[in-house]
């Protein structure tokens, strides 16, 4: 049956089931977000707003945290971009709510249509609506669709664009041909996250397998242009060729012969229960490439899949609120359902809808506990950000209104005209290449050096701390730790002047904390 022929009509019940499915849990996890945040729609990561940050400054025509400065803390190309006109509004953050709930539900629709395909007209089962209606449930838990709204991030854009993919792969298999909408998205998805590569890449090689040689390299030579564009203009503007946050994790993966240790990111795949689950995935797609002759395609779209989930597992990442890896997971489920769908509605049409419903919940619910219980915690994760990160800001442009010094670069720099020193190095190459030492005399000459006198930070991220340095207190949560890295923020003043003014300002200001954020001075 052809996915461009397919009647849609009878089907469209289970899209609308899923679709009410999806917005209720949006509108529970946002009343509940601006119930613990006081009103205040509040990102699960602050991460979000170094994105923010660096929009606000695009729309002023300079790129980086610092108009003063450039950097490059982003690590999407043109989400910074998309987000730039909006980044001043007030109502930002909705904007970009409304931006990722659009996302979500264009991504829902083609899971629709992928499931359609399988379950739909000519397989025999009876209240197809029923099964599809199932399935899509299954695949909004299973592919982290809801947290990854309210991360206010471009992984909601991402996930779309791997899912159109998938969807544009299956619709050449089905028709015989391919969409211009396809090689769209093959070209544009690495410019929204560097890691669709590992599905652009296979997409591709696809392309050029199938005879579309043409489309496949004008694909390729268009990736490389626009990436390549990206890479002289970030040295035209004295930075290094890829954004800060990217080069860091990519400098994890190190290989280091001569001291006889192979330390890559594959090590680190089997080693977490999504890089198992991964390769177990990958495993299965191999089997059916290699053993499976009646279809061509479909072993070629398996191929390639196996192939952009070996790049994932070589020098993927994984954590972080389960952002990292949750676009190669969803392909992954796609294409497994799809070559699986002769298998799937032969066991449907024979044992029944129930028992595969049962066995298919319980595995959800094993396999993908994590993400249920990041579901279930995203309005804690977003309060964890208002106790602590809004707080931060609140005090940087409210109370003190100078220069400071972060290690966990967000919301502090966000609506803030007064200088971030980011020591950490996402927004500073000078303090890049001290991460991890143990001499911190560099701390404070580079404070010294950009005229900042105050600190707020995380003790646990630094082997040493200047001896001069005066610790006015801590920043204690009051929810349990989801997001944040520490539970703790420690606020110094770089010298007694400062210790005087910080210590008076922060009297104030622990008057207006939240009820359960507690600050303890230093005595």
Known sequence: MKLGALQYGTNQKAFKISLIFLLVCISIELIAILILNSGHLIFTFDDAYIHLSMAENIAKFHYGINLNEFSSPSSSILWTFIIAPFA?????????????????????????????????????????????????????????????????ME??????????????????????????????AIIIAPLIRYENLAVSLPALIYLYFRGYHKSAVFSAITIIMLMGTFVLFLLHLGLNPLPTSVSAKLATASVNLGGGSL??????????????????????????????????????????TVFGITLHLLVGKYGSFHRYEIYIVTVAILVLLYVNKELLTGIIYKDG????????????????????????????????????????????????KKPVAVNDLG?????????????????????????????????????????????MIYDSWFKSLPGSWLRVGKLYLGKPLITPADSVVSFYALDKQTYSETFKLLKEFSKTLPDDTRFEFQH
């Open 411 to 455: 919301f502090v720099t966000y609506n803030n005209p007064n200088y971030v020193l980011d020591l950490w190095g996402l927004a500073s190459s000078k303090t890049l290449q001290h991460r991890g030492s143990k001499n911190s005399d560099w701390m404070d000459k580079i404070a010294k050096e950009y005229n900042v006198k105050f600190a």
């Open 353 to 400: 809808f129930l028992k595969l419903a049962s066995l298919l919940s319980l595995t959800v619910l094993l396999l993908f506990a994590p993400f249920i219980n990041s579901l279930i915690f995203t309005p804690v994760a977003s309060n964890n950000i208002y106790e602590q990160q809004y707080q931060m800001h609140r005090f940087a442009i409210e109370y003190y």
């Open 263 to 304: 330390n890559i990111f594959m090590e680190r795949s089997l080693n977490n229960p999504r890089g198992i689950l991964l390769t177990v995935g990958m495993l299965f797609l191999l089997y059916h490439t290699l053993f499976k002759r009646k279809n061509r395609r479909k072993n070629l779209l398996a191929g390639v």
């Open 155 to 184: 992984h909601s854009l991402q996930i779309f664009l791997v899912t159109l993919i998938v969807r544009g792969l299956i619709h050449e298999i089905e028709n015989d041909k391919i969409t211009k909408w396809l090689v769209g």
């Open 88 to 152: 001043k509004l007030s109502f930002s953050n909705y904007i970009i709510l409304f931006i990722n709930i659009t996302c979500s539900v264009g991504t829902l629709y083609l899971f629709w249509e992928i499931l359609t395909n399988i379950f739909g007209a000519g397989t025999k089962i009876q209240k197809a609506n029923i099964v599809i209606a199932f399935f899509l449930i299954l695949l909004i838990i299973s592919t982290y669709m809801i947290p990854l709204i309210f991360l206010g």
